[in-house]
């Protein structure tokens, strides 16, 4: 039977609505919710005394269930006569005081604050399909004539899908007015039963008439969470934002529910309705796989531990997909947690996520069946924040220690603008350093940052590039002279300084809170080989070049872009300029090595970067390092010989004499590394750091 109107127009018509209603017959038609759904939320805003309107009745039991738990003050209007008729049969006997009149509510024969409050189910939905003017024109004296029957503190309660251009309508017009605006959303678990003929959110807006007074503070509130916390919101369009994030969600779990992702990363940002936090308290990816899963395999949840949603395996698309896999089922919620927010057990995080975490099932999945919570161990984790503080270029950061695998305690920098990115780790080691008081055998136990670790693959390979220097054996035996232009945290620099005895160092950051931190938390100190110049690194290389003493063996080039606009994330663009290049090329040596961190994820870019950087050092090696985007540079000021390309065109592999010489170079390396090490890290692996270095 086709109930439906072939164009959204006849919605407005009156013709559609008496053909509907006859066809319809006596079926009631109550897609926005039936009253058990709607109850608790207009007893609020009508009482049983009150003499109320309702405007677009149609043939829904709403009026008839509210006059039989008390309403008896209850008029209600229709623009169909064959609706009015039918429901006056339906209703003479049973409910005899409740009155049906044909009426349009754009022109109602009702006198001036006839009424307490006026209750619009669907009616202005209807009465608005589009944004045409002429429609316009009759909401206006819709919301004229409404407002002209009601009482002063009178209100109206409207039942809606809140379609934009009708959302726009209804505070572009109130609030105008003086009147009070609140929002409530109509709760999923009420409506299961018309969620099946109405599947997106319904809302009830509630506009409270008052007096328009000059220069009167606009009142907007919403009430859109699982209680009844009112918030206060400054703007109208702060307001259509929190309603159309309720309605991307429903839409969003309508998806997960009847269908499966597709392909699609879909991503969750759960706020705390106790909290003030503009920081969602949970963070939820929904990942799918394609096998095929037993039925007691279809739906699991992982919870990261704390501090350890920054790691490869939880914070990227790849490395979730590879946890699902592992974890061995269909579909895998992974939650992460927000430094923001306090966290007690597992248990409640269980208890808080439970309700939630079901609308996320996959398709067909029986609810009978306990979803199971997954996680690394049998706690949390733990997270203490060390240190906070403002970079003047990148922002608000965070210093904080975290808990990995084996109990070992990670330091990390973040900085909050990439919140699951580390700009920078250490991993910290205790030394039995603080005595006790006096009498006691036991020393306090301090953790201090562990020189001997390389957080960062790619500064491991940078490390193992030293052995592409000619001469290197040479020069770690009597002087090698770096320039390293981005700091950081200091890793890199502190294990240089540590490992090679021979290093003198020039460090330039930019970025003078930044050498604070490094300082301050993770270990860095300068001395006579290694000094800091908190400078523009660009200015930096332009002044060195001028001297023109080619005297630096190593130029290091490993500073991020906070530019978001372009597909690449190291470096910013001026320095793979060929301008900063040429001053490059100045400062080293004749045999001297560049040495480029570069991540780019624009290949057309990446292209030109390469081109660019080979216009001035003739003979490029690269280094892609795995699992990420970035890839290691190492470029020659002069050229040599180079391996005729392979039959496909791409990068050329070394010859077998070519990668022994660079093994037993590298090798060199490692070991004058070793023999200046307390600590070594056998996960260094600097031999094999190389392994798949191509020509560029």
């Known amino acids: 039977m086709d109930l439906l109107p072939r164009s959204h127009t006849e919605f407005s018509s009156v013709d559609y609505w008496d053909t509907f209603f006859r066809k319809r017959g006596e079926k009631a038609f109550e897609w926005y919710g039936e009253y058990p759904e709607l109850c608790g939320i207009l007893h609020k805003y009508i009482k049983p005394q009150e003499q ?77 399909p589009d944004n045409q003017s002429e429609t316009q024109e009759q909401v206006t004296r819709m919301f004229d004539e409404v407002g002209r029957i009601l009482k002063v503190g009178g209100r109206y309660v409207i039942i809606t899908l809140s379609q934009e251009h009708i959302m726009k309508k209804l505070l572009q017009y109130f609030p105008q007015e003086g009147w009070i605006t609140r929002v409530h959303k109509v709760s999923d678990s009420d409506r299961e039963t018309s969620q099946k003929e109405m599947p997106l959110p319904v809302f009830i807006f509630v506009f409270t008439k008052f007096k328009k007074m000059p220069q009167m503070n606009k009142i907007l509130e919403v009430c859109l969470g699982g209680t009844d916390t009112t918030q206060r919101l400054s703007c109208e369009e702060d307001v259509m934002r929190a309603v159309k994030e309720r309605q991307h969600y429903a839409m969003l779990r309508q998806q997960l529910q009847n269908r499966g992702l597709e392909g699609e990363t879909v991503c969750l940002e759960l706020f705390s309705s106790s909290s003030s936090s503009s920081v969602p308290k949970y963070i939820l990816h929904i990942v799918e796989t394609d096998t095929v899963r037993a039925a007691d395999r279809q739906f699991a949840v992982f919870i990261v531990p704390q501090g350890r949603e920054v790691e490869w395996l ?30 007690e057990t597992m248990a409640e995080i269980q208890k808080e996520l439970s309700g939630k975490i ?68 250490a991993r910290m080691v205790q030394e039995n350093k603080i005595p006790m008081k006096k009498g006691r055998r036991r020393t306090r136990k301090k953790i201090v940052v562990d020189c001997g670790y390389l957080a ?10 030293l052995g592409c220097l000619p001469n290197i054996k040479q020069l770690l035996d009597t002087r090698l002279d770096v320039v390293l232009v981005g700091l950081g945290g200091g890793g890199l620099p502190l294990f240089l300084h540590k490992h090679f005895s021979k290093i003198q160092m020039d460090v330039v950051e930019l970025d003078q809170s930044i050498l604070q931190v490094a300082e301050g938390w993770f270990g860095f100190q300068q001395d006579e080989r290694m000094r800091v110049h908190v400078t523009d690194g660009l200015v930096y290389l332009e002044e060195q070049a001028k001297q ?27 320095f793979v300029d060929e301008e900063c290049l040429k001053n490059i090329k100045d ?22 970067v390469v081109e660019t950087v080979r216009s001035v050092f003739p003979r490029i090696l690269s280094k892609k390092i795995e699992d990420e985007v970035n ?11 180079v391996h005729e390309s392979c039959d496909d065109g791409h990068m050329a592999e070394f010859s077998l004499e070519e990668l022994g010489n660079l093994k037993e170079s590298v090798g060199v390396v490692e070991k004058v590394a070793k023999g200046c090490s307390q600590r070594w890290d056998p996960t260094l692996e600097l031999t094999e750091q190389l392994d798949g270095l191509k020509l560029a």
């Open 587 to 608: 400062i080293l040596n004749e045999d001297g090595l560049f040495i480029l961190n570069l991540s780019c994820r624009d290949m057309t870019l990446r292209a030109s």
């Open 52 to 128: 109320a309107l309702v405007v677009g009745c149609g043939n829904s039991r709403l009026s008839e269930d509210l006059y039989d738990v008390g309403y008896r003050g209850l008029t209600n209007v229709d623009i169909s006569d064959v609706v009015v008729r039918q429901m006056t049969e339906r209703n003479a006997e049973k409910r005899a005081d409740m009155k049906f009149l044909q009426m349009d509510v754009m022109k109602m024969d009702f006198p001036d604050s006839s009424f307490s409050a006026v209750l619009d189910k669907g009616t202005l939905d209807a009465l608005m």
């Open 631 to 641: 890839e290691i540079l190492f470029c020659f000021p002069r050229e040599k010989d």
């Open 456 to 465: 960062c693959q790619h500064h491991r390979v940078m490390v193992a590039g």
């Open 314 to 343: 939880f914070a990227t698309d790849e490395g979730r997909g590879q946890l699902a896999g592992t974890a061995g089922f269909r579909r895998l919620v992974v939650v992460s947690l927000q430094r923001e927010h306090p966290y």
């Open 358 to 425: 079901m609308e996320l099932a996959p398709p067909g999945f029986n609810r009978k069946i306990q979803v199971p919570f997954l996680s690394v161990g049998a706690d949390i984790g733990t997270r203490t924040v060390c240190y906070e503080g403002t970079s003047q270029f990148s922002g608000p950061y965070v210093v904080e220690d975290v808990e990995g695998e084996d109990g070992i305690i990670f330091r990390n920098l973040i900085f909050l603008s990439n919140r699951n990115a580390v700009q920078s780790q």
């Open 548 to 574: 023109a003493s080619r005297s630096c063996h190593v130029v290091i080039l490993d500073v991020d872009s906070k530019d978001v606009t372009v597909g690449m994330s190291f470096p910013p663009q001026p």
